[in-house]
């Protein structure tokens, strides 16, 4: 599994950016049972903004919810993140997780700036 998160970018408060999640390495993108998206401010734990099953069980965080949207698209083995009404809290940088057989994986993270 190799999951590679991309899309972030400076936009003002109110913007949009959609985010995406594509594993280039596994070949079983369905197989991954979990992928989720999480963000992470310095000096704060990462925390967890929003996941999705392969079988489209979904679960928000409570600060994103009815603004942000997770969804998944495994004929492109790909996990997007819409953010919507976005606000200078976002801000962040946003990684992208997912469960396949034991273990989790990481990818990279993208940044995501909101200006006020």
């Known amino acids: 599994v190799q999951l590679q998160a991309f899309g972030g970018g400076l936009v003002q408060t109110g913007g949009s950016l959609r985010l995406s999640c594509a594993d280039s390495?596994?070949?079983?993108?369905?197989?991954?049972?979990?992928v989720g998206w999480y963000r992470q401010v310095p000096g704060k734990q990462r925390e967890l903004v929003a996941d999705?099953?392969?079988?489209?069980?979904?679960n928000y965080a409570d600060f994103v919810k009815g603004r942000f949207t997770i969804s998944r698209d495994n004929a492109k083995n790909t996990v997007y993140l819409q953010m919507n009404s976005l606000k200078p809290e976002d801000t962040a940088v946003y990684y992208c997780?997912?469960?396949?057989?034991?273990?989790?994986?990481w990818g990279q993270g993208t940044q995501v700036t909101v200006s006020s």
């Open positions: 390495g596994s070949g079983f993108f369905f197989s991954i049972s979990v």
């Open positions: 997780r997912g469960f396949y057989g034991s273990s989790w994986y």
């Open positions: 999705i099953t392969n079988y489209n069980s979904k």
